[in-house]
């Protein structure tokens, strides 16, 4: 059974591609793992083609649990699902939780062979009540 795959969302490169670093680094290569962030103009912002292609990187038949930072990344992310349609939306789920830690922690479950609802409420006990 293939594992639960993660995509980080960020409106900052920087700041995806270095979450994406510390998962990889906790995990290995036991998770699906792929990242995002800024426009495509090399500004910050998120773009929904992006995403897209991130989830398709990420994809495993056990679901894949997007990770945001803030409120743009998740409505572009949302979106990217609803493009993406069905059968595969069913089995992606955007989790608003703090996005390093939440990345982290998701992806350590993950890598045991945690669902993917098991995984995002993981992430999840990580907010702010």
Known sequence: MSNVGIV????????????????????????PLAWCGGNGHGGLGTNV????????????????????????????SEMAVEMIGEPRSHKIIVCNAPIVEGAVMAATEASGGASLREVVATAHELSPS
């Open 49 to 76: 083609e992006a995403i897209m292609g991130a989830i398709d990187k990420a994809w495993s038949e056990a679901g894949v649990a997007i990770l945001v930072d803030l409120g743009g990344a998740e409505t572009n």
């Open 8 to 31: 980080i969302v960020s409106h900052s490169p920087l700041v995806a591609e270095g979450t994406a670093d510390m998962v990889r680094q906790m995990v290995g290569d036991e998770v």
